[in-house]
């Protein structure tokens, strides 16, 4: 396994965790090695994890090294599976993004309208997912079936998820993310004027950021 990964892991963790983003416990991230995945344990604060303390599972699920893995790994598993270009997974139960995820989605392919161009640009159509009990590998089973592209997610009533080539691209995903939820946010009740649809497909063509028509 690579010691490299490893590294990269416990690092982003830090950096995870020096937002804000991902109180006490909560949250997990990983990174996918050829066909292993590795993640933070189960409980584990992003703010001190080891590098050789990390679990690696294989796509199956089975543990083949270090601590029982987060009970949430389903939902990695399917990011990775949905393109094998994602090498890094960032899920955070961070103020903002759980804020709006307990509120009614924009649009069936975003619940985060394009308030911001930066969100069009590093973050794309960010889906709702149906709320499931944390660990429930139906949420999952619905991250995997959606057939229209993205590299985030709110998880209903739950929090948020990226994707990512590097984990640097998910750490920053899950920023901007939670920056344009804060944004939304303090609009609150006031009409707002989203980005025209010229303009969101344009900057998803200039940046390949996942806009559907």
């Not at 189960?42 to 599972?57: I, P, R």
């Not at 509120?103 to 911001?116: E, L």
């Not at 994707?163 to 006031?190: D, M, N, P």
Request: with cysteine; glycine share 6%.
């Amino acid at each position: 396994m690579s010691q490299e990964i490893r590294e990269e892991l416990v690092a982003a963790g830090a950096k995870v965790a020096a937002t804000g983003m991902s109180p006490g416990s909560s949250g997990n991230i990983s990174m996918r090695d050829g066909d292993h995945i590795v993640i933070s344990p189960t409980g584990a604060d992003l703010a001190a994890l080891h590098v050789d303390e990390l679990s690696v599972v294989d796509f199956s699920g089975t543990l083949l090294y270090g601590p029982r893995p987060s009970k949430e790994f389903p939902f990695h598993r399917a990011f990775y599976r949905r393109d094998f270009d994602t090498t890094a997974i960032v899920h955070v139960h961070s103020l903002k993004a759980t804020a709006v995820s307990c509120t009614t989605p924009w649009s069936a392919n975003s619940a985060i309208p394009p308030v911001t161009p930066y969100f069009v640009m590093r973050v794309g159509q960010t889906p709702l997912i149906p709320y499931a009990d944390p660990g429930d590998p139906s949420q999952a089973d619905v991250i995997e079936a959606l057939e229209f592209p993205f590299r985030a997610a709110l998880l209903q009533n739950h929090g948020s998820i990226t994707a990512g080539t590097t984990i640097h691209g998910a750490v920053e995903t899950a920023i901007e993310l939670e920056q344009t939820c804060a944004v939304l946010l303090s609009l609150g009740e006031k009409h707002f004027q989203p980005l025209d649809t010229a303009a969101v497909l344009r900057l998803a063509e200039r940046y390949s950021s996942p806009w559907t028509r």
